[in-house]
């Protein structure tokens, strides 16, 4: 045990002298990109593996005294501020941050890369829980996390098994007026323009089964900050809007396709407005760079 704590001491003293040591070459080489991208990625892994494990303990600690129900707010906002402080990034809520308070509702954004972990980590209301694929119930820490604090995971290859995951999430919404946050595009769009992919009908037939409210969220496209095919990642404040809930009082299940075509018109004509605000241009991909989408992952 000794050997064992003392080689995990020697690790994370290696990872922590690495990631200091890019900060420092990235401030002195600063034509040199790769050296910044790699100092914040090591960041932000180490980053999601501390908040992770504060996860795990709150969400423990929580469901003894009776709130498990908060635990993925708490680990949320732990992230938002050890990111600020890690790699200089921040999402920033520019109008609509009272629309937040509706509770319970169905809250979607738009899906642009791994950093969108940060963006709930700024926009996540309490007593709100995240949908996720049920192979992230397996990852150590996070996916411990995630058991714990009330994930609703969803088995993407089992349409059956979804749809009872989404038919028990309906159940507790009513129940505990507990929200529940998607990303209806299902996977990360990973965008160098201010562009959505298709939606995915689940978050809706949520909203409607359960009688509640979606509520958009719309981040900026930020790929002047992030670009895993160019090696670039930068410090910067990305701009957010939240929009207005849309009622679903009064809709049953054939309402939900309009309702997801018309909801995806609007986020995608506010997601083209805020990026090309003066807020937006800042973290936007730079005049002259490739504007095609890369499908690497960070």
Request: overall charge positive; glycine content about 8%; charged content about 15%.
């Amino acid at each position: 045990m000794y050997l064992y704590i003392l080689y995990l001491l020697y690790l994370l003293t290696t990872y922590l002298g690495l990631t200091l040591s890019l900060f420092s070459l990235s401030s002195l080489f600063p034509t040199m990109p790769l050296l910044s991208f790699l100092a914040r990625l090591l960041a932000s892994y180490a980053s999601l593996l501390l908040c992770a494990i504060f996860g795990v303990v709150a969400s423990i600690a929580l469901r003894a005294v009776g709130h498990h129900r908060v635990s993925q707010w708490a680990t949320a906002r732990s992230f938002k501020y050890t990111m600020a402080f890690a790699t200089g990034v921040r999402f920033n809520i520019v109008s609509g941050s009272h629309y937040l308070s509706t509770r319970p509702a169905v809250f979607i954004g738009n899906h642009q890369s791994e950093l969108d972990i940060l963006l709930l980590g700024t926009i996540f209301p309490p007593y709100c829980s995240v949908t996720a694929k049920k192979s992230l119930k397996r990852v150590p820490f996070l996916g411990w996390f995630m058991a714990l604090s009330g994930t609703v995971f969803i088995d993407r290859g089992n349409r059956e098994t979804a749809m009872k995951a989404f038919d028990g999430a309906a159940g507790e919404m009513r129940r505990e007026r507990q929200s529940v946050f998607i990303f209806p595009e299902g996977t990360r769009s990973y965008a160098a323009e201010p562009t959505l992919l298709g939606f995915k009908k689940g978050a809706f037939h949520l909203a409607v089964q359960a009688g509640v409210d979606v509520v958009p969220v719309v981040a900026a496209c930020y790929g002047g900050l992030l670009s895993a095919k160019e090696w670039r990642f930068l410090p910067g404040e990305i701009p957010v809007k939240v929009l207005p809930p849309i009622s679903t009082k009064g809709l049953t299940v054939a309402d939900v396709e309009d309702l997801t075509r018309t909801t995806r018109d609007l986020m995608l004509k506010e997601l083209m407005e805020l990026t090309a605000s003066p807020m937006g241009q800042k973290v936007a991909v730079p005049p002259g760079s490739n504007p095609v989408a890369s499908p690497a992952k960070v």
